[in-house]
C-alpha cells in the first residue's frame, strides 16, 4: 500500500471542497486502486441525474455518515446513495434517500461542525462486499498507518478518478496542524491529513475505526494537509440521529 511521504495531523480532520469535475481517469493523488469489497462502508454520493459529488460511509443498514457540506441544501429528491461499488461509471446498487440530517450548528463559511447523515428508503442488505464501519468513540492524537478512501482528483489540476482509490497516511498532532494551517482555523473537532481533492465527506479510518470525514483543505498535493471532521467528537449526536 502506497505510504505518503508527507506528516499529517489528527486533531484537525481535512477535506476539500466537494465539486464536480466534467471528466475522470487516473489515479487520486499518490493513491492505489481499490479491490471489489476491499472498502464495504465505502458509499458514492450523487445526484439524480447519476453524478459523483461527494463520498460517504455506512453506519447501519438505513443511515450514511458523510460531511455537512455534503448534504447542505440538498433533498431526499436530488439524492442518491451507491453502495457495492469500486467505480463510477458502472456497477452498484443505487438507493434512494428519505432524509437528510446537517448537524445544527454547521457553519458554511468555515466549515465548523462539517458532518451530516442521510437515511436510505430501503434498507442496505449487507454482505462481504457491503457493511458498516465502527466509528471511533475515543480521541486519537496521532498515529502512523491510517488509511483513506474515496473518489478524488488525481493530480492538482487532473480528473476525478473513476475508480475507488485509497492511500496509507500518518496521522500527526494538533499542535503540528495548527502550525500549518492556524489556530483560528481549527478546533477539538479536527484532525489534519491527506488530500484527495474534491471528494468531501469519504472516510479515515485508523485500526478499523472511521476517525475523520473529509472536510476541507488547501490545494491538493502541495504538502500541506486536509481537515477531516473528527468523528468521536460527534458520537453522541451520530447515535441520537442515526437510529434505525
Do not use: K
Amino acid at each position: 500500500m502506497f505510504r505518503s511521504s508527507l506528516l499529517f495531523l489528527f486533531g484537525c480532520i481535512a477535506l476539500s471542497a466537494a465539486v464536480a469535475l466534467p471528466g475522470r481517469a487516473g489515479r487520486v493523488v499518490g493513491g492505489s486502486d481499490a479491490a471489489e469489497g476491499q472498502f464495504p462502508y465505502q458509499v458514492s454520493l450523487r445526484s439524480a441525474a447519476g453524478a459523483h459529488f461527494c463520498g460517504g460511509s455506512i453506519v447501519n443498514s438505513r443511515w450514511i455518515l458523510t460531511a455537512g457540506h455534503c448534504a447542505a441544501g440538498r433533498t431526499p429528491v436530488n439524492t442518491v446513495v451507491v453502495v457495492d461499488t469500486v467505480t463510477l461509471d458502472a456497477g452498484g446498487v443505487a438507493h434512494g434517500t428519505e432524509r437528510i440530517v446537517v448537524h445544527p450548528q454547521y457553519a458554511e463559511g468555515n466549515l465548523a461542525n462539517d458532518i451530516a447523515v442521510i437515511r436510505v428508503a430501503v434498507p442496505i442488505v449487507f454482505s462481504s462486499r457491503v457493511g458498516p464501519v465502527s466509528l471511533a468513540a475515543e480521541l486519537l492524537e496521532e498515529g502512523a498507518g491510517a488509511t483513506l478512501s474515496g473518489w478524488g482528483q488525481t493530480a492538482v489540476t487532473g480528473l476525478l478518478s473513476d475508480h475507488l482509490q485509497y492511500a496509507s497516511v500518518d496521522i500527526i498532532t494538533r499542535e503540528e496542524c495548527m502550525n500549518r494551517h492556524g489556530a483560528e482555523r481549527l478546533d477539538e473537532s479536527r484532525v489534519l491529513d491527506v488530500c484527495i481533492q474534491y471528494d468531501g465527506g469519504s472516510p479515515l479510518t485508523f485500526s478499523g475505526l472511521q476517525e475523520g470525514i473529509v472536510s476541507w483543505g488547501v490545494p491538493c498535493g502541495r504538502q500541506e494537509p486536509d481537515v477531516y471532521t473528527r468523528v468521536s467528537a460527534y458520537r453522541t449526536w451520530i447515535s441520537q440521529n442515526t437510529a434505525e
